[in-house]
């Protein structure tokens, strides 16, 4: 367990930091600098890994791959494994939230485990968990 205030940080966004996105990049670079300001640990899965660096794969982006790693080395982000107790939250959020898909799951359940309060996402379909507070950068200001 993580013992000060943890923020787990989805995959989206990555893809919009490291992407420019017009709309979230000003949303989540505030985010990411106050978290680091206030000393906030933040924290994601391999499985954001995975999911990121599809497209880049796909479309032959490898710089894409290794800036998403460069970002996560240089905000000591780690990219935690998933565990057999977190397979274990992860099924049991499934059986509570029938909506919720494995990957995603999966996501919230490493979130639990490790400790942090906060899930930052841009899936508003996430807001069913009252288990994490749930920020979507779409509901957030800026």
């Not at 994601?44 to 479309?59: A, D, F, G, I, K």
């Not at 565990?83 to 992860?90: E, G, N």
């Not at 979130?111 to 509901?139: H, M, P, W, Y």
Request: with cysteine; aromatic share 10%; proline share 4%.
């Amino acid at each position: 367990m993580i013992d000060s205030k943890s923020t787990f940080l989805d995959t989206s966004p990555f893809i919009y930091w490291l992407e420019n996105h017009p709309v979230f990049y000003p949303k989540i670079e505030r985010y990411i600098t106050e978290a680091v300001l206030s000393e906030t640990r933040l924290v994601t899965s391999v499985l954001t890994y995975m999911e990121y660096s599809v497209r880049p794969q796909e479309v032959g982006r490898r710089d894409l791959i290794d800036s998403f790693l460069a970002l996560t080395s240089a905000l000591n982000c780690p990219l935690l494994p998933a565990t057999f107790d977190i397979c274990t939250t992860a099924y049991k959020l499934r059986a509570t939230y029938k909506s919720l898909k494995g990957i995603d799951a999966l996501q919230l359940a490493t979130a639990l485990e490790t400790g942090c309060q906060d899930f930052v996402t841009n899936d508003k379909r996430l807001n069913i968990v009252s288990e994490l507070n749930i920020i979507v950068l779409t509901d957030t200001a800026g």
